[in-house]
């Protein structure tokens, strides 16, 4: 049995959470970033906290292996004089809605190979798509994904408002589902 600790109460957090309940082979702990007093024991501890909080709360946490879900800092910045590694999703995440995380794909990155293959087993058990990703790289994916997303967003609002311009449904732009295809 995996323990896992999370810290934090976002909406990574809140994810994770719903995810490993659902594993019998993963066994949760999870406390508010703010209540790092008594810390649990566990075999990972997965800080899902804001990305300017990271260094702070890793100083305070003395288990044996802690990871971070930032898309943007390196696994360096973490402060805790443990064993270190990365459990990124590269998804963006809200409380309210729902995410399969089979279809999420999980970026990976440990000091030490035993670790990694243990975030590799962590990421089996609630996902499908593994990446060993470094820092480095995985920096530069959250920067690529960050244009896929934001720009793509911003084409479609640009697209919309030449049809609302031009009286034309914007629906017409969107793509087809096979099976709603008329045939003549």
């Known amino acids: 049995m995996i323990s896992v ?7 990574v957090a809140a994810h994770l959470v719903k995810a490993f309940l659902k594993v019998d082979t993963i066994s949760l702990t999870q406390v508010s970033s703010r209540k790092l007093e008594n810390i649990p024991k ?12 990271i260094e702070t709360v890793s100083l305070k946490i003395k288990n044996s292996f802690v990871v971070h879900t930032s898309g943007s800092f390196s696994m360096k910045d973490l402060k805790n004089t443990t064993n270190k590694g990365v459990f990124y999703m590269l998804q963006t995440f ?51 994904a960050v244009f896929v997303n934001n720009f793509t967003n911003h084409l479609y609002k640009i697209g919309n408002d030449i049809c609302e311009e031009y009286k034309v449904p914007f629906e017409i732009l969107q793509p087809s589902n096979p099976g709603n295809i008329r045939k003549n």
């Open 5 to 11: 600790l999370i810290i934090g109460n976002g909406n």
């Open 42 to 53: 566990a075999t990972i501890t997965i800080l899902a906290v804001s990305d300017d909080a």
């Open 94 to 144: 809200s409380k309210e809605k729902e995410v399969d995380l089979s279809n999420v794909p999980f970026c990976l990155e440990a000091d030490r190979h035993e670790d990694y293959l243990l975030l590799e087993t962590l990421a089996n058990a609630i996902g499908k798509k593994i990446y060993s990703i470094n820092s480095e790289q995985r920096k530069a994916l959250h920067v690529a």
